[in-house]
């Protein structure tokens, strides 16, 4: 019998990662903590519980579990929806001609078509825990939303989604998907809230961006009875529900004993990459490992790479805690040809003190570069990638090539986090070669530094 | 340790089935033979090979052959995109309160949504070895037309396809999907066409039909060097290629010793029917096994449960070969407020004979019915079914509240053959109860019954 690779590995249900994990735990350096807007001091447990549910404010400021257990209930529905395959890329291998290894962990056979669902279930188990009877939250490209909905549908959870305005009508079928599952989709800035009707006089027919979205459904969520608010990415409790994406690729990596000399994912908030590295990065920090890590970002918004390191609101309407991280400033949005998501002003704050740190790579590609080499891939693949998740198959299929020149046969990794099948009028534009690239001018990310805080701690 | 039956059984690459099954060789009498429709006589290899590749055409013919090996270029595709899996519905059961034990077999796990990538990728194979460069299909709901251009785009070449213009319209993404793989999407009826410009004429402002869409695909590929045509429904060799649905479903149920009570699926040509139940039938004929099998098909296109078993063409051109199966007669098109698939008039030869012979029941449900199935499976099982998969919902729920009544612990095993991205505009119909059903009265029947042709074997 020949020991070739299986195309996929799947995990038997008895293998499933019983326990998140906690990066915060095993940092060198821990981040710099949530600020208080107010007050401008660290965020306590009563802070946080303001807005946020309980458990998931307690996740949030555990700095010391390793290892969390994941709820049995959780477990469960967990069971329905994992473990997701580590797929060896065979034919894009053999289109490529390269020499290197290249595998993926594909995230999106569930029907919110993304990783989201990881985190939104946690969440509305913890709700629904608490005796909450509603949720808010926002999305952009709208996985979240659908993932959101998908999991107060399954505990009988009412849900207001603020959808970003360019994203509901770029995508009138994931609001769809989201009404199907009982969601109440409102396209933000929208008139119900305060911020949003600010926001809609000083930059009226604006398509709106995640932060202004943050701002209306913390707004609702603190003005309603037993309601919350919840969030699909940045938070670091987000990224704790994402490590079972890291756990179930360590765990079939290791079956097939496959050392990675890569880890590649893309970066708009951070849940995906920070779930997908969480558990490699222990050894990085220790230096057992010397695997590179990288964070891809779309061009048309380089928050690592282009960024600054400071305090900044997580909302452009500036009632959030403030955050020490990687951002372009609150007000910042990028062009509205930019397709899907990816479009957050800042990065987590543990994926921001990492690549501070080093021990992590960040870099920028440009959409049609992205789209082309989604093709390729699904083409090869036979599955249509979302643009989010096709950033990281540009830089693997990049290094891939790089191998191809210098005949290393590196085991590169990537995290394909979603399908593309609310994409297809980019898709379109794409294949009509009528999609542009936008690389913001130093000029226009002055704007949004211009909105970062004026606070002692930025000086 | 729990003995629990997992939440999601999956083979391992090494149990993948490495043959399919062939239903007519163990048929205890054959099914009658498709007749050429010039001179009424069986169809021989060569009328076949005019319009199919030869191996196809072979596998068409071939009533002796129990198992068929698949070819190694053809596993290795199949290795990326199976085994599906089989789930235990633990929450729908839940939701439910029977104490039946309910399974199904996801085939919707692939970008092209469904389980016709199975068929289509054997299909672009067989031609792509026979030397051709290019191909034409038809495509009802889009499904196959998906399949075969992500087919297609892995053997390169080239394809066009009839897509029926009501669903082409209702679908845009569908569409657009298709193209991205490459694929030439054109409007049935079409101008494009001899049989599409009388079809217009005759019928002005029809939204197509299914049988309208072959004959066009047919004509296309006649006349063009290097061209066959390809089907994704009805034919022998496409039930034969689904096979490997119920090969795998069979090896999953015995690696947990589960005897299935009764097997159900939708019945449109019979494609994932047929493959479904494929490697169940022997012992069924032979009364080793004595389970249910169930065809579920639309009241609003009801082939089975209404329809007469002649010889009939399988295309509104009525230039395809004449098949022995029940049939609405080929001129029929079901209302157009019936959405999705599950359109055709005829139903696949084998499976025809096996309801005529009473090995299996058919049975036919409502359109509001499925959808109302169809939204309370997408929220305890956390899967947006197609309108399609959702017919074999209807009746595994109704079955299952049987069980409820009588307190039987039945085991029921369906085939969820897709996912519903693509029909959320018939979703909201449904949710914002602007969705009718359709019953065609016994004179709407009648009208179909007059295109049957009046031809010998038919007295």
Redesign the interface.
């Given at each position: 019998m020949s020991k070739r690779i299986?195309?996929?590995i799947?995990l038997?249900?008895n293998e499933l990662p019983k326990y998140w994990y906690n990066m915060n735990a095993v940092l060198k350096e821990k981040h710099e903590p949530a600020l208080n807007p107010k007050t401008l001091k660290p965020c306590t447990l009563e802070d946080m519980e303001k807005v946020f549910c309980t458990e998931l404010s307690k996740q949030e400021l555990n700095t010391t579990d390793e290892f969390i257990k994941i709820p049995e209930e959780i477990m469960?529905?967990y069971?329905?929806?994992r473990p997701s395959p580590l797929?060896r890329a065979?034919?894009l291998e053999k289109i490529l001609g390269t020499p290197a290894e290249i595998y993926y962990k594909f995230e999106g056979?569930?029907?919110s078509?993304s990783h989201k669902?990881n985190s939104a279930i946690a969440q509305a188990y913890y709700a629904k825990k608490q005796g909450l009877t509603s949720l808010t939250t926002e999305t952009g490209a709208g996985q979240w939303g659908t993932a959101l909905s998908?999991s107060c549908?399954?505990y009988g959870i009412d849900l207001t989604v603020f959808m970003v305005k360019a994203s509901a009508e770029q995508k009138p079928?994931r609001k769809?998907?989201i009404?199907?599952?009982?969601g109440n989709v409102i396209k933000s800035p929208s008139e119900t809230t305060e911020v949003g009707r600010k926001i809609l006089e000083k930059f009226p027919g604006t398509g709106g961006s995640l932060g202004c979205a943050v701002s209306e459904s913390v707004e609702i969520a603190t003005n309603t009875p037993n309601c919350k608010y919840v969030l699909g990415s940045v938070m670091d409790h987000v990224l704790l529900h994402q490590s079972i994406i890291g756990l179930e690729t360590q765990k079939a990596l290791k079956k097939y004993k496959i050392e990675p000399d890569m880890l590649i994912s893309c970066v708009g908030g951070g849940s995906n990459f920070g779930g997908f590295i969480a558990p490699f990065i222990k050894d990085k920090i220790n230096g057992k490992k010397n695997y590179r890590i990288i964070a891809v970002e779309p061009a048309s918004c380089p928050t690592l790479t282009r960024g600054k390191y400071v305090y900044d609101y997580g909302d452009t309407g500036m009632i959030s805690p403030l955050m020490k991280m990687y951002t372009l400033g609150n007000g910042f949005i990028p062009s509205s040809n930019h397709a899907g998501g990816l479009r957050y002003h800042g990065a987590n704050p543990i994926i921001s003190k990492l690549y501070h740190d080093g021990y992590i790579e960040a870099t920028s590609v440009n959409q049609t570069d992205v789209f082309d080499a989604a093709?390729t891939f699904?083409?090869?693949?036979?599955?249509?990638p979302a643009p989010e998740s096709a950033h990281s198959i540009r830089v693997a299929i990049d290094e891939a090539l790089k191998c191809k020149e210098t005949g290393e046969k590196k085991k590169i990794v990537f995290c394909l986090t979603g399908?593309g099948?609310?994409d297809?009028?980019a898709?379109?534009d794409f294949?009509n070669k009528t999609m542009e690239n936008y690389i913001p001018t130093d000029e226009d990310l002055q704007k949004g530094f211009s909105t970062i805080p004026d606070i002692p701690q930025n000086k």
């Open positions: 299986p195309t996929k799947y038997n249900e469960d529905f069971k329905m929806i797929t065979y034919y056979n569930n029907t078509g669902l998908m549908a399954f079928y769809a998907i009404e199907t599952f009982g093709i699904a083409k090869s693949e036979g599955i249509l399908t099948f609310f297809l009028a898709y379109s294949l």
